[in-house]
């Protein structure tokens, strides 16, 4: 019987597999490949026309509008460079609300009348496509037979060619509308967004004497954490074909209790992958800059360095599938579910945030002067206010099914947001506020420049895991999105909130100088204020204590600890005048994106469901019974023997069986039942009916494992698919 055991067949095949062996070319000198495969600014000015060239990067560079009589000069400089790295094909790359890549493949060659065929590739087809948007999430903005949407060249995010050993695709960055103009993508809010935080931050520094500034951006450095499993162990389990996550699973005897996986010695075969890998992402110019163990035994995390908020998006975008396909080709399989295995710490895409540009670099770094240093506080300042504004949104953008796994355990930032600011800077704006304006606790300190403030500490402080939103001493960590999302959601409501607190900052300060009042005296007056009225949401102390969420609700911060309390926050009054005001979404838009976050969630869990319920009847409860089978017929035989037998076991069995077997009918009506006509009610049954039933067939069918025999478990374990890589 072992013999037809898929489990067993699995760890044999683990056994014998054998990781291929990835020659590089010695040859090669250090970082020679980077972005060899990108349309880059060098590879731009090598090829355009001067005047095109200058043309694109005052776009790039400045945020000028792009002129459109460059777009075929461009277009023929790409196609052909993009035809000497062999590519056939182009693709408009998007990103619709599923949260994953889009691509539409076309053909660079026409046939030409004579029997030949000729590369083309015109500027109108560069700047604009038309793919079918009757299949992507769209909220109610369209109708389902209404097919026509449309791609458009984000210039400011470089073409790449995209490597396959059959043939190579020139991908062109774009943003996905509605032929009415409507968002149906995260890249297009995101370009909004980011367009409008920096118009009132350049406001700001124009008050603090910068003139001239290039266009000021957000950048985004995130941090990506995922699980590798062998993919023998991974096909040996539909629940992560199918939903990314262990839907079944008794914990390990050895889990992460000694801490002795993070940041230890990298296993060799998973170093292959990643060698392998950031080979890859630096063809494309992606900066992969740190690789390490997490803590979670088969846990593993990468760090790029910051970019662009945009570009830095679209390269994660393409991490992921980029590790997808090397993964595969290594015999492993890479999970970014946020919580793969339950009972053991999940992951998380920590998102970077910080602002400037190439001029100022990050106006979060406090300066060298008396001048730079109040100009950092008053961006610091403009982040606390927005932190504790806006703190319901900064919780919807990580809204997800899976992502509820995760937030709040104890091991990723709680469901409540606050802002750290470490023991130095905190103390700073404690001053600040009771006017009591003495020094910094450091040693190392700087003055600001106003004779009321106190002087700047050089070291910001120390760090604070369980903060969703730490300020870490150049940037803020966003430590609450969870690995399988787009980082381009949190980052559009990071920037439209900071576009609302540095527009009320911008207009305050110019208000006051234009009255005749001391620019530095408003600066301080303006920085009382904020910490003042908005200080209620620093927090320096322990999120995963329980005194914690007690005293939140005293300071009025919101604890929404599911999707389905954050998923309102984006059609309150207040979100949609925000976000309408900033020309990042309309009140139409936003209920785009609450309708698809009930419908996500809904969709997510009844995949779920169906899976537990399957599992349960076709694998699970099978295996189970034919171990009380074998139980009750060896009892049998003793007794007929005249042997006493002890039916101790056959109890201790057939109790979790039975347990087994009524949670799945209750299971089995639940999926069955009416979850009502609306996305809410759909998701309300989700969430009150769905879960709690599959949370039973669970209990049952993991008290199961520890009791079958192990030749006769069907399913590939945790402590198998987590140590043996």
């Known amino acids: 019987m072992s013999g037809n055991n898929v489990r067993l067949q699995a760890i044999s095949d683990v056994e014998a597999y054998v990781p291929p062996t990835v020659s590089f070319d010695h040859s090669e000198a250090p970082g020679e490949i980077f972005g060899e495969n990108v349309f880059s600014k060098v590879v731009m000015q090598k090829r355009l026309p001067k005047s095109v060239y200058k043309s694109v990067i005052a776009t790039i560079e400045h945020g000028e509008k792009l002129d459109p009589l460059v777009a075929d000069a461009v277009a023929s400089a790409m196609k052909d460079w993009a035809l000497e790295k062999g590519a056939t094909h182009y693709a408009h790359v998007f990103y619709p609300l599923t949260g994953l890549t889009a691509e539409k493949h076309d053909s660079f060659f026409e046939p030409n009348g004579d029997g030949t065929a000729l590369a ?5 087809t560069l700047v604009q496509g038309e793919p079918d948007a009757s299949s992507f999430p769209n909220g109610g903005l369209r109708n389902t037979f209404e097919a026509r949407g449309y791609t458009g060249w984000d210039v400011t995010s470089p073409a790449y060619v995209l490597e396959n050993p059959n043939g190579n695709t020139l991908c062109i960055p774009t943003v996905f509308v509605s032929m009415t103009g409507e968002a149906l993508d995260h890249k297009t809010p995101l370009l909004r967004s980011q367009q409008a935080m920096g118009e009132h931050a350049t406001r700001i520094l124009e ?131 946020e919580k793969p295995f339950q009972g053991v710490n999940g992951s998380g895409k920590h998102v970077n945030f910080s602002l400037g540009n190439n001029e100022l670099g990050s106006l979060f770094v406090p300066g060298d002067n ?38 709040g355990a104890n091991e990723a930032p709680p469901a409540i947001i606050s802002i750290f600011l470490g023991d130095q800077l905190a103390d700073i704006f404690d001053q600040i506020a009771t006017s009591s304006l003495s020094s910094s606790k450091s040693r190392g300190s700087m003055h600001i420049g106003v004779d009321t403030l106190p002087v700047l500490p050089t070291d910001p402080g120390d760090r604070n895991r369980t903060s969703p ?56 007056a303006l920085l009382t204020e904020i910490i ?6 620093v927090f320096n102390g322990d999120g995963y204590s329980d005194a914690w969420p007690i005293e939140a609700e005293k300071r009025g911060l919101k604890n929404l600890k599911t ?75 003793l007794t007929a023997a005249g042997v006493d037998a002890d039916s101790t076991a056959l109890d201790e069995v057939s109790a979790p069986i039975g347990a087994l077997r009524s949670a799945l009918a ?28 599959m949370s039973d067939v669970r209990a049952a069918a993991d008290a199961l494992e520890e009791i079958v025999a192990d030749d006769l478990w069907p399913l590939p374990t945790y402590q198998e698919m987590l140590f043996i890589l």
């Open 563 to 637: 999707t389905l309390d954050a998923l309102p926050e984006l059609i309150t009054e207040e979100a949609m005048d925000l976000f309408e005001r900033y020309g990042v979404f309309n009140h139409r838009e936003m209920h785009s994106r609450y309708e698809i976050g009930l419908e996500q969630y809904a969709r997510t869990i009844e995949v779920e469901a169906r899976l537990t319920l399957e599992m349960g009847a076709t694998i699970i409860l099978p295996a189970a019974v034919r171990y009380q089978t074998e139980l009750a017929i060896n009892i049998g035989a």
């Open 207 to 337: 008050l603090f004497g910068h003139k001239d500034l290039n266009n000021v951006v957000a950048f985004c450095g995130p941090e990506q954490e995922y699980f590798l499993v062998d993919r023998h162990f991974f096909l040996a389990r539909p629940d992560l074909l199918n939903a990314g996550r262990t839907l079944f699973g008794a914990k390990p005897p050895k889990g992460q209790e000694f801490d002795d996986h993070y940041f230890g010695a990298i296993p060799e075969r998973v170093l292959g992958f990643m060698m392998d890998t950031e080979r890859e992402l630096f063809k494309l110019g992606i900066p992969a800059k740190t690789r390490h163990n997490e803590v979670a035994p088969g846990q593993f995390e990468i760090a790029p360095m910051f970019e662009r908020g945009n570009v830095a998006s679209d390269h994660q975008q393409q991490l992921m599938t980029t590790f997808k396909s090397v993964a595969k080709k290594h015999g492993m399989e890479i999970l970014f579910h």
């Open 666 to 693: 209750t299971l089995r009506a639940a999926v069955a039942g009416d979850a009502g006509e609306t996305a809410l009610a759909e998701a309300e049954h989700a969430q009150g009916v769905l879960l709690p039933a």
């Open 370 to 407: 008396p001048h730079d240093n109040a100009q950092f506080l008053v961006f610091c300042a403009a982040t606390i206010r927005a932190v504790h504004k806006f703190g319901g949104l900064l919780r919807a953008s990580v809204a997800s099914a899976s992502n509820d796994h995760r937030l």
């Open 469 to 524: 939103f730490a300020f870490t001493g150049n940037r803020f960590e966003f430590r609450a999105p969870g690995s399988l999302q787009t980082v381009a959601a949190p980052m559009v409501t990071i920037n439209t909130i900071m576009a609302d607190s540095l527009d009320y900052i911008a207009t305050k300060l110019e208000a006051s100088v234009a009255s005749g009042t001391d620019f530095d005296e408003a600066v301080q």
């Open 532 to 537: 003042t009225e908005h200080g209620a949401v």
């Open 120 to 124: 083309e590739f015109a500027g109108k």
